[in-house]
């Protein structure tokens, strides 16, 4: 069995900055891609960012140059950095992962429970 396990939402305010994080555990072999998504209130859940094993990014416009994603491998975790945050923002975070267990030969997609993020004055 594999979990994603959120951290580091919260309450902030316009323009400041918050970190989340998301550890993976269980018999993991490798993970592939591992990304952020979120979901607003009356909206689909959309991609924010990902990060593919070889370090290559991908951001969704409205967030690139505020958002910063990155994973350390060692610790099966990836991050995602929120700079100059927006109440455009608020959003329930979720993690996403491919990742292929020491008993399969193929990946297959998990999701983190989520992590609110509430940007408002």
């Known amino acids: 069995q594999v979990q994603l396990v959120e951290s580091g939402g919260g309450l902030v305010q316009p323009g400041e900055s918050l970190r989340l994080s998301c550890a993976a555990s269980?018999?993991?072999?490798?993970?592939?891609?591992m990304a952020w998504y979120r979901q607003a209130p009356g909206k689909q859940r959309e991609l924010v960012a990902r990060?593919?094993?070889?370090?290559?990014?991908n951001y969704k416009d409205s967030v690139k140059g505020r958002f910063t994603i990155s994973r350390d491998n060692a610790k099966n975790t990836v991050y995602l950095q929120l700079n100059s945050l927006k109440p455009e923002d608020t959003a329930v975070y979720y993690c996403?992962?491919?990742?292929?267990?020491?008993?399969?030969?193929?990946?297959?997609?998990?999701w983190g429970q989520g992590t609110q993020v509430t940007v408002s004055s």
């Open positions: 996403n992962a491919w990742i292929r267990t020491v008993v399969s030969v193929t990946t297959s997609e998990y």
């Open positions: 269980g018999s993991i072999f490798a993970i592939n891609v």
């Open positions: 990060i593919i094993s070889g370090e290559r990014t």
